[in-house]
């Protein structure tokens, strides 16, 4: 069992900056990658950014250049900074953990993010 606690959340205005950070607990050894996905009111759940326990990471194209997601495995925190945020970046934000084995995934809870003036 994985573990996954978002934090970082909350409102702010178009063009400002947010850190979330994703805390991992219980078979982190299993991890194989975590990603951030989010869902916007009446969207279908997206990939936002990726990162593999070799290094590379993924963005989805509306969020290269002002998104930078990064892993502190000391910490077993996963990062997603956000920067030149847009209201269409409103969303509730997911961390996600994919393992080999069944059940090859674990989500958080989600953090709100509400970019508006």
């Known amino acids: 069992q994985v573990q996954l606690v978002e934090s970082g959340g909350g409102l702010v205005q178009p063009g400002g900056s947010l850190r979330l950070s994703c805390a991992a607990s219980g078979s982190i050894f299993s991890i194989i990658g975590m990603d951030w996905y989010r869902q916007a009111p009446g969207e279908q759940r997206e990939l936002v950014a990726a990162?593999?326990?070799?290094?590379?990471?993924n963005y989805a194209d509306s969020v290269k250049g002002r998104f930078t997601i990064s892993r502190d495995n000391a910490k077993n925190t996963v990062y997603l900074q956000m920067s030149s945020l847009k209201p269409e970046d409103t969303a509730v934000y997911y961390c996600?953990?994919?393992?080999?084995?069944?059940?090859?995934?674990?989500w958080g809870q989600g953090t709100q993010v509400t970019v508006s003036s």
């Open positions: 990162t593999t326990n070799g290094g590379r990471t």
């Open positions: 996600h953990a994919r393992v080999p084995a069944q059940p090859y995934e674990y």
